[in-house]
């Protein structure tokens, strides 16, 4: 079992590493109040190959692996979590396209969102009345005059107001999972109107809307993959994503505890720093110990996607328990902050407040569970 990084994975690292400290971190707060993150950004990003990491060279992308995917989502985290949540979603959508579709869609649409020409891409499966339960989908599609109509409402779609390009579930057959089929829309195709702006509790620099598909008419061209395989390609993103949330928990927890502890050396109280107290240095203790072991799992579950080898239950058992890590790590920083904790002169309260969603999206706790659970008991 080697630990050491190879020279892509420590070249991809330090790329976002540096991006991060120099352009994120130091403007996250003001892309929080503005509720956008500025397309020269987005564009620098993937000029860097941040928005490709792991889709193929010839194609835009920097083709450099998993692991090296989820070593710069820690590190574009540790600096942005908003600018995290748009990556991550670009990323995922482009691996999505280069896995189940055509010639014809990689090369316009996998090199748009790597290059940057998209601005992002999105992932459009969740409803209204369909959030950890895909089979209650109620979006359709029919085939009509040698096109696909969808007609019916999506929420919860982030960068769902700047993609390029959308990858849409819909109903094209029976009731359940067996009946969906997913389809590439592009952004301002008509009839696919984009909602409000969500106001959310955190990761308010990321766009999150709902939209709505009124006789949104696409060509016979625009189903990815197989009629009726929609839910096998939602698992398979949700799998890749699930990795990349994890490490998004990872970068978050990072930035916080690093300022924790800068805040436990400076802060004085009873003539010394609270560094020195015993229950801050255990409150810090814990946080470093239950983070390495997030990360650890993390890369565990990217090395098996790298290694082309069954990585479902470990994605799971990553994102799981990097989420609940991350939730404990910046609740700690947030304490030891003591009342500074909570106001906006220090980030600790908008990292508590961006990590709490980690929690729900790309799979709940609870479904990461059941997965779990699943796994262990086939044996």
């Known amino acids: 079992m080697d630990f050491e990084l190879n020279e892509t994975q420590t070249l991809v690292r330090d790329t976002a590493r540096q991006y991060a400290e120099r352009v994120l971190r130091p403007q996250a707060a003001a892309f929080e109040k503005a509720e956008k993150i500025p397309a020269e950004v987005l564009a620098e990003m993937a000029g860097l190959g941040l928005m490709g990491v792991n889709l193929p060279a010839a194609r835009g992308g920097a083709e450099a692996g998993p ?26 959508v482009g691996e999505v396209i280069e896995a189940f579709g055509t010639e014809a869609q990689r090369a316009q649409h996998v090199t748009a969102l790597a ?14 009345e369909a959030g950890s339960d895909p089979g209650a989908m109620r979006t359709t599609a029919t085939f ?13 779609i982030t960068s769902g107001d700047i993609a390029g390009v959308f990858v849409v579930w819909a109903r094209t057959g029976a009731p359940g999972t067996a009946g969906l089929s997913a389809f590439l829309v592009e952004g301002g195709t008509p009839g696919l109107k984009v909602g409000h702006h969500e106001d ?33 390609i939602a698992m398979m993103a949700l799998d890749g994503g699930r990795i990349g949330i994890g490490a998004q928990c990872v970068g978050v927890a990072t930035a916080a505890l690093e300022e924790a502890v800068a805040y436990a050396k400076d802060r004085q109280q009873f003539g010394k720093t609270i560094g020195e107290f015993q229950a801050v240095q255990w409150m810090l203790a814990d946080a470093k110990t239950e983070l390495e ?13 790298e290694a082309r080898r069954p990585f479902s239950q ?3 058992v990553a994102k799981l328990f ?11 920083a947030v304490q030891v902050h003591g009342g500074y904790g909570y106001t906006r002169e220090f980030a600790a309260e908008r990292h508590l407040r961006d990590i709490r969603v980690a929690q729900i999206y790309e799979g709940t706790s609870e479904v990461q569970r059941i997965v779990i659970a699943r796994n262990l008991l086939r044996g």
Do not use: H, I
């Open 293 to 305: 072991a997030a990360r650890l799992l993390v890369l565990r579950a990217a090395s098996l996607k």
């Open 322 to 332: 990097a989420s609940e890590t991350a939730w404990r790590v910046v609740n700690r």
């Open 67 to 92: 692991v090296s995917y989820a070593l710069a989502m820690m590190e574009v985290a540790r600096g942005c979590a908003s600018t995290a949540v748009t990556m991550a979603v670009t990323n995922m």
């Open 200 to 232: 959310k509790m955190g990761l308010r620099g990321s766009s999150t809307v709902p939209l709505s598909f009124d006789e949104c008419s696409v060509p016979e061209g625009a189903l990815l993959g197989s009629l009726g395989g929609g839910f096998k």
């Open 144 to 156: 009509e005059g040698g096109r696909w109509v969808l007609r019916g409402a999506k929420q919860w």
């Open 314 to 316: 470990e994605a799971s």
């Open 115 to 128: 290059s940057g020409a998209y601005k992002a891409g999105a992932f459009a499966l969740s409803e209204p």
